[in-house]
């Protein structure tokens, strides 16, 4: 891994904050000036609070073009930087320094008086900072003059500008949308009205352009600028250079047409020196901070400054911007699925900015385990460098089972850890819904009667029950059966009613027959007809009517013995049957005659 690990860590954007490197100048000859990168935060008033990032880190070594000393020992320093940015990708670029480099321009090296010196500067050496530490990224291709064979005139390289015996590059700042680094040598021997424009995400960083300003910017020279959100103006205080005497004036210069405008007059804190550091702040899009002897606070466009807040010191500085944290968002869509083939939910997870290089690990809370659903969601998603959105997905079970009801698949952005790079937004969990479409197979229940016995005397304890019966449970809130019940009697008591309720569940019901006990004899039997009627939510079966039949079991009365009748003798006999003969000739007679 690179020397400078990963991507610096995001601030919050609520914050006034932003990168602060603090250099300090080599002891002596051979030993390299050091860098100190700090998170800078200030508040509304009073001192800025300062947290290293990483502290006393010696700058890289030169690339691998550099001329090195004659003896070799002690190895040439490797030089700090004083002007720079921070790039799209969450690393500062910034250009090398020679200040202090121990007589750069009068090196002892061998061959130097000759010409050698000018092979090289190290004024076009870009350097980048990351968590761990900063990388060499070599010579700016196309900035600068410099000969590559110290001994060879025909390696000459030509480039946009030769400065390799003037001032150091001493502003410069990154496009936050374009992310090209806009970089000038703002100071007495610079150039005042040329800004050159570095590509720093080409290996080495390529020259891509010059931007010519209007005018000179105000004053003798300034320190650092830095460029607003939209990518549209860098603003900047320029000073007379008079720490005691002189005056300072906040100015801005337009990044497509150069124009360069004179804002307001800036009261020096505490003297009138230039300000070293400047960048934009993350928590508005009207401020900027400016690091000198202390940090102040530029509000824009109009280009006022507030008063000084103290801040640790250092040689010389430099500052870059804070990338604001990303916000993170969950949506899943659909929120409903049922449970059949093909019902899939994708549950997408949205940043507000492209994720960084490596991408962005966003921890994710999981939808429990479910037989109903299957999920491709774990404990976390990344979302790929340069893109918005990572997905997963919820997916239902598919089943035929009736009546087996809904469940929930919840889905959540777990909570971001203090030194993640992303915040939650909103919304920031989902719930998916897998519902039942199984619909239950509709059984319309067969009601069947019987009557059992079927026969009963006219005494007491003669009961018959009646047995309404279901060959299906009664569905939920029960069934009501019609029922035409026996008519009334003096012979029998009925219990059996309509309608015949069944409770949900339930499969019978019944109601009883009880004969009418008595002591005449004679009276026949009678029979008790029930009869199961149609109605909704049931058919009738083949057994739909039953009768019980009353019977009488009561003997004729015994009234004891009779008078015989008395009866005619023989001759008694004989003399009626003599009469009867006479009558019946005479009865023929008158027939005859007449």
């Known amino acids: 891994m690179a020397a400078s690990g990963a991507p610096l860590p995001r601030c919050d954007a609520a914050g006034q904050s932003f990168y602060l490197t603090r250099y ?40 691998a073009r550099e001329i090195g000393l004659t003896p070799p020992n002690p190895p040439l320093p490797a030089g700090a930087s004083v002007a720079g940015g921070m790039g799209k990708d969450g690393y500062i670029y910034t250009m090398r320094a020679v200040d202090g480099d121990n007589s750069w321009d009068n090196s002892p090296a061998t061959g130097w008086t000759a010409g050698g010196w000018r092979s090289h500067t190290r004024y076009y050496e870009m350097l980048r900072y990351g968590r761990t530490g900063v990388d060499n990224l070599g010579i700016v291709s196309g900035l600068g003059t410099y ?18 015996l003037g001032p150091n590059f001493n502003a410069a700042d990154i496009d936050p949308v374009t992310g090209i680094m806009y970089l000038a040598a703002f100071q007495t021997g610079g150039t005042l009205n040329r800004v050159f424009k570095i590509d720093v995400t080409q290996t080495p960083p390529l020259y891509v352009g010059t931007l010519n300003l209007s005018s000179n910017i105000p004053g003798a020279q300034s320190g650092d600028f830095a460029i607003d959100a939209s990518g549209q103006w860098a603003y900047g205080i320029a000073t007379t250079g008079n720490v005691i005497t002189g005056t300072s004036v906040s100015y801005r210069f337009n990044l497509s047409s150069g124009a360069v405008e004179t804002l ?28 000198g002897l202390g940090t102040r606070i530029m509000s824009i466009p109009s280009g006022t400054v507030g008063t000084n807040q103290s801040t640790a010191g ?38 507000d900015q492209a994720a960084p290089a490596g991408g962005m690990a966003i921890a994710l809370t999981p939808p429990a385990a479910n037989p109903r659903y299957t999920s491709s969601c774990g404990s976390s998603i990344v979302v790929a460098a340069g893109q918005k959105t990572a997905s997963c997905a919820i997916t239902a079970i598919p089943n035929t089972t009736p009546g087996d009801g809904d469940v929930t698949a919840a889905l959540a952005l777990a909570t971001p850890a203090a030194t993640d790079d992303y915040v939650l937004g909103s919304p920031s969990a989902a719930e998916v819904r897998i519902r039942n479409d199984d619909v239950d197979i509709a059984i319309t229940p067969v009601a069947n009667l019987s009557c059992t016995p079927s026969s009963l005397v ?12 279901l060959n299906a449970p009664a569905p939920a809130g029960g069934s009501s059966i019609s029922l035409s019940p026996p008519p009334g009697s003096s012979r ?23 004969a009418t006990p008595n002591t005449v004899a004679g009276d026949g039997s009678v029979s008790a007809l029930l009869q199961l009627l149609a109605g909704p939510g049931y058919t009738l079966g083949p057994d739909s009517q039953a009768s019980v039949q009353v019977n009488d079991d009561d003997l004729p009365i015994n009234v004891g013995d009779a008078k015989r009748v008395p009866t005619l003798d023989a001759w008694a006999l004989a003399l009626m049957g003599m009469l009867l003969a006479m009558a019946g000739a005479l009865f023929a007679r008158k027939r005859h005659q007449s």
């Open 24 to 63: 300090t100048g080599p002891a002596a000859t051979g030993t390299p000036p050091t860098a100190v990168l700090d998170l800078a935060t200030a508040p509304a008033t009073g001192a800025v609070a300062i947290a290293p990032v990483w502290s006393g880190a010696a700058a890289p070594t030169v690339s």
């Open 458 to 469: 006219d005494a007491a304890g003669q009961v018959s029950t009646c047995i309404i019966s």
């Open 492 to 514: 029998y008591t009925s219990s059996c009613t309509s309608p015949v309720l069944f409770a949900a569940g339930a499969t019978q019901s019944s109601c009883t027959i009880t």
């Open 314 to 351: 250092a040689t010389s500085g430099d500052a870059a911007a804070c990338l604001p944290k990303l916000t993170a968002t969950l949506v899943c869509t659909p929120d409903a699925l049922v449970d059949a083939a093909g019902n899939v939910s994708n549950c997408t997870v949205t940043l």
């Open 264 to 291: 307001a007059p800036v009261s020096p804190a505490p003297f009138n020196s230039p300000y070293g550091a400047a960048a934009r702040l993350p928590n508005a899009t009207d401020k900027l901070a400016f690091y």
């Open 147 to 164: 000969q590559t064979d110290p001994t060879d005139p025909s390696t000459l390289v030509s480039g946009a500008i030769d400065l390799r």
